[in-house]
């Protein structure tokens, strides 16, 4: 199973990115960032520690793909998060869209974890003003550890009080076919030192019990990330 997947994703990407390509004026960027923690809807992935992540974008018109990677810290031998996804972005009057797929890999995971899947993505965005409010809803067939189909779904707004500044949150309730559903929020504060580096700082919580651990617990993190070009 971890092989079908594997090869059906480097298929998806490969086909995908080959399809840019071949389309005019492909554009394609980089990024690279730290953080005091990953967090992934409220709950840390690297077990409060660290984070080092570096993706590539390539896009063309209303076309995406790109892939992304980070360490990670289950308790266990996976070593890495891989993602592979793919998408368009068209617009309806003032509404900005994304529909695409999504993939998240991991090195290492122990034998018959099964902590890849797939989501699917559809998303907008629309101005309010001096602000930015969103929508964003994601389904999962067959979450990770083989549990069953999962949604999440958020509401988001963000604006820019001052120049270089963006202030920005989000409330989101992440719901399981097998039960323990979840909401998460978060918000915080960005700064673009320029045009390539940006600092952000984000407070981020849940409601799950103490039953989940110190990962579920409320943090701050604070991310480091440049981009090219």
């Not at 490969?14 to 840019?20: I, K, P």
């Not at 990670?72 to 994304?98: C, I, K, M, Q, R």
């Not at 890999?105 to 699917?120: R, T």
């Not at 617990?217 to 990330?225: E, I, N």
Request: charged content about 15%; glycine content about 14%; some cysteine.
């Amino acid at each position: 199973m971890k092989l079908l997947k594997t090869t059906l994703l480097a298929a998806v990407a490969s086909l995908t990115l080959a399809g840019v390509a071949r389309a005019e004026d492909p554009e394609v960027s980089f990024n690279v960032g730290v953080a005091s923690d990953y967090v992934f809807r409220g709950v840390s992935q690297t077990d409060g520690g660290a984070q080092v992540f570096g993706g590539a974008d390539v896009s063309s018109g209303i076309f995406y793909a790109g892939v992304w990677a980070s360490n990670v810290d289950f308790g266990d031998d996976t070593s890495a998060e891989v993602d592979g996804y793919f998408g368009v972005t068209p617009t309806a009057g003032p509404v900005s869209l994304d529909f695409g797929a999504l993939y998240y890999g991991y090195l290492n995971e122990p034998s018959g974890a099964d902590y890849g899947y797939w989501e699917f993505k559809a998303a907008g965005t629309i101005p309010a003003g001096p602000a930015t409010l969103g929508a964003a809803l994601y389904y999962s067939p067959e979450y990770s550890g083989g549990i069953g189909s999962a949604v999440y779904y958020e509401i988001n707004a963000s604006g820019s009080p001052a120049d270089k500044w963006t202030v920005s949150g989000a409330l989101g309730e992440q719901t399981f076919d097998a039960g323990g559903d979840y909401t998460t929020w978060n918000f915080g504060v960005a700064y673009a030192f320029n045009d390539h580096v940006s600092l952000d700082v984000r407070y981020t919580d849940n409601d799950i019990d103490s039953a989940c651990g110190d990962i579920c617990d409320s943090r701050v993190v604070a991310t480091l990330k440049a981009t090219l070009p």
